[in-house]
């Protein structure tokens, strides 16, 4: 090594010690599995459908759709939302909404869904505008799927580019992740709202994959079908903890293709599927999944190798996310 | 966050880094040719265009196959509207210059200095990645500096270096940009040595030997168990890496982390030895390096001594003649013998050079023929 000054010596010295501590560091705390407290003896799940949500022209109405979503809460809070989602929010509280928008206009959480849930928070616990962010990965998935990027006053809708991450790591099982700021330092509380769609690699696209969008290392979680990264990832303790309610958008449903936007693969669904149960919504997701692949001859996701083991996972003892089994769950269904 | 001292030093440190890296190596942080909306966009060399905008990479063993605005494993690699891109060329998130040493090369151009830089991300996710900060995140999430390929040669040269090293993250991700910075080295006499995992496919590796003039593998372990259980990965595929490499005119070293209870026993330290010696020879060096707890291996104590010890023992008892100890500064491990005459040809403590006996690959007391590009 020709190091011939000091100057030149301290130089790379220190440009060593700036490589060496780019600025992330791993959090210790949390590098045991727990287990989450599920104490619920069973889930209910509210499917909720209205055959007439479309007009002429294949649009969804949004007057029905504001009917349908609040039908929807109302069937599962038994008519009490206000009173039994009131526990755990306040108009001091700060609420982020999850959404989905990766396939495009196609296939994305409709942006009506996720304002109307906006107003829904505003108007009945009394939150303010600027405490509620829409969000997901980038805000480019946001715009390409219509939605508007706000940073300023009101309902702020951006993607986890604008605040970046942690610099502490977030440890699960085999998942190891730094989160979005949105979820660490942003959110109170986080309502999930994805979509209803197969997925090319894991199986199932649903309420447990969604909260792939708020880690920065995705990309390293789909191997082995994402069994048992998806479950993994969705027990860390920030995440888990923050997620209140899943509001499965189901207006659409696509069994083949996904997680893109393929058309042919895609029909009207009509319905919301609400649930506190991450893993109860994607149970039944996956047997309409499987069901309409059937009535399409298609291959089962079991016999093209993606079957999302990762739901069951999620019900074991290690993650206790919820229940994956008709006799620990009770599906409502509601008609408009 | 705790704010302590350490911490605010640390942060110090690595916000003062970047600025002062481009200064010290006069790199122009300014956008050119890669860039397409704001974006550094190079489209990928290996890869299969499938029905419905999907594509089939091609790059590394995983090949991923990847939807419409989907990345690969690596994180780096994009499907836009069924055109795979890389996201990194030209974009370095750091760069220094390091002794070809702390590669660790010993047997190519000793004590010489290598510019040496990388992108983020890797193909693998190794559970004890030392550098993890830059292996395991997307380029989105970090700042990254446009230094194009020429820049790189061109730097280099400044900076009197001999040598261009791929290394820090995992070369093989950003292939494009190395592929390019290797011509633009050769074109004014530089060489080039990549410090890879290993884990890629066998045509982009031949192309790639054609060009570059060394290349260390990291062989993690001799079982496929561990690597699937602690790199996410597989075994078989760098073993043929390693058999390519020997082939070729590419100078060749391996390194092998030994990391307590893991992958450090008499058992596998025999495996190893064996495999080199039946199918790459005893003469291509090999270093058994130190572990230290990091990443998701925090869990572990350093490794001991005595177990590197151990492993160079049996390693030369099995016939391999260039068995080196890494990270342990000090260690006579860290010196060249010759196989011959016994004698110490190049002593070394850590990456600075004592002594070089060798001449034109020949030890300067017995004359035997020592393997490597020393000149």
Redesign the interface.
């Known amino acids: 090594m020709k190091i011939n000054e000091r100057r030149s010596f301290l130089q790379k010295l220190f440009s060593f010690a700036g490589l060496a501590f780019l600025g992330c560091k791993i959090k210790n705390e949390n590098n045991e599995r727990k287990s989450a407290i599920y104490t619920r003896s069973q889930s209910k799940v509210v499917i909720c459908s209205d055959n007439k949500l479309r007009d002429s022209n294949n649009e969804i109405i949004e007057e029905r759709l504001n009917i349908l979503i609040d039908k929807a809460f109302n069937s599962y809070f038994n008519n009490q939302t206000k009173e039994i989602l009131g526990a755990k929010i306040n108009k001091n509280t700060r609420v982020s909404i999850k959404v989905n928008c990766l396939a495009g206009k196609g296939l994305s959480t409709e942006k009506k869904l996720a304002y109307f849930i906006a107003e829904k928070l505003i108007n009945e616990f009394g939150l303010e505008k600027n405490s509620i962010i829409i969000w997901d990965r980038l805000s480019d998935d946001l715009e390409r799927a219509g939605y508007e990027i706000n940073t300023g006053k009101g309902i702020k809708c951006f993607g986890n580019d604008y605040v970046g991450y942690t610099d502490d790591v977030y440890f699960f099982g085999e998942a190891g992740s730094l989160l979005s700021k949105i979820v660490t330092e942003y959110s109170d509380v986080i309502i999930n709202i994805p979509v209803l769609k197969d997925h090319g690699i894991v199986g199932l696209s649903g309420c447990l994959k969604n909260m792939f969008g708020a880690i920065h290392n995705p990309n390293k979680y789909h191997i082995n079908v994402g069994d048992p990264y998806v479950a993994d990832v969705y027990s860390i303790s920030e995440i888990k903890s923050k997620v209140i309610l899943h509001v499965c958008d189901a207006t659409k449903l696509q069994y083949e293709g996904g997680p893109p936007f393929i058309p042919k693969y895609c029909e009207n669904f009509n319905s919301i599927i609400i649930s506190e149960d991450p893993v109860a919504i994607d149970y039944y997701l996956l047997k309409l999944i499987e069901e309409k692949r059937r009535v399409n001859s298609l291959k089962s996701l079991k016999e093209v190798g993606r079957y999302p083991y990762y739901i069951f996972t999620a019900a074991d003892s290690d993650h206790n996310l919820g229940f994956a089994s008709d006799d620990k769950i009770n599906f409502v269904k509601v008609d408009l | 966050?705790n704010t302590n001292r350490r911490n605010f030093i640390?942060?110090g440190?690595?916000f003062?880094?970047?600025p002062?890296?481009l200064d010290?190596f006069d790199i122009a942080n300014e956008q050119n040719k890669y860039f397409v909306n704001n974006e550094s966009l190079v489209e990928a060399k290996y890869y299969n265009k499938l029905d419905?905008?999907?594509i089939q990479c091609k790059l590394c063993p995983r090949e991923c196959?990847i939807?419409?605005?989907?990345?690969?494993?690596?994180?780096v690699r994009e499907n836009r509207e069924g055109v795979y891109y890389t996201l990194v060329h030209s974009q370095a998130v750091?760069f220094?210059?390091d002794?070809v040493?702390k590669k660790p090369l010993f047997h190519f151009l000793p004590?010489e200095?290598a510019f040496s830089f990388a992108t983020v991300g890797c193909n693998v996710?190794c559970k004890f990645c030392q550098n993890?900060?830059?292996s395991?995140?997307?380029p989105?999430?970090?700042k990254n500096y446009y230094i194009s390929p020429e820049k790189i040669a061109e730097s280099t040269k400044k900076n009197?270096c001999k040598i261009i090293a791929y290394t820090?993250s995992e070369p093989v991700i950003f292939y494009e940009y190395m592929y390019d910075t290797i011509l633009a080295g050769n074109k004014i006499g530089l060489k080039s040595v990549m410090i890879s995992n290993g884990f890629i496919n066998t045509e982009p590796l031949k192309k790639l030997c054609e060009i570059i003039s060394a290349i260390k593998i990291d062989l993690k372990a001799i079982t496929e168990s561990f690597y699937k259980k602690y790199v996410?990965g597989e075994l078989k595929p760098v073993l043929n890496s390693i058999n390519l490499i020997k082939k070729s005119n590419v100078w060749l070293e391996i390194v092998y982390l030994v990391i307590p209870t893991l992958n450090d026993s008499e058992k596998e330290f025999k495996e190893l030895s064996k495999w080199i010696k039946q199918n790459i020879g005893t003469d291509v060096p090999i270093h058994f390096t130190r572990f230290y707890p990091q990443?998701?291996l925090?869990?572990l104590p350093p490794t001991p001594i005595k177990t590197l010890n151990l492993a160079k023992e049996i390693s030369e008892s099995e016939g391999l003649k260039y068995v080196y100890v890494g990270n342990v500064p000090g260690n006579p491990g860290e010196n060249t013998y010759c196989p011959k005459c016994k004698n110490v040809l190049i002593e070394r403590t850590g990456?600075?050079?004592r002594a070089n006996k060798i001449k034109n690959n020949h030890c300067s007391f017995c004359n035997n023929y020592i393997p490597g590009v020393f000149n």
Request: hydrophobic share 25%; with cysteine.
């Open positions: 966050m640390k942060k440190l690595s003062c880094t970047a002062f890296l010290m419905n905008k999907k196959t939807d419409n605005f989907e990345r690969g494993y690596c994180g750091t220094h210059v002794p040493e004590g200095e996710e993890w900060q830059i395991q995140i997307r989105e999430q970090t009197n820090y996410n990443y998701k925090m869990n990456y600075v050079i």
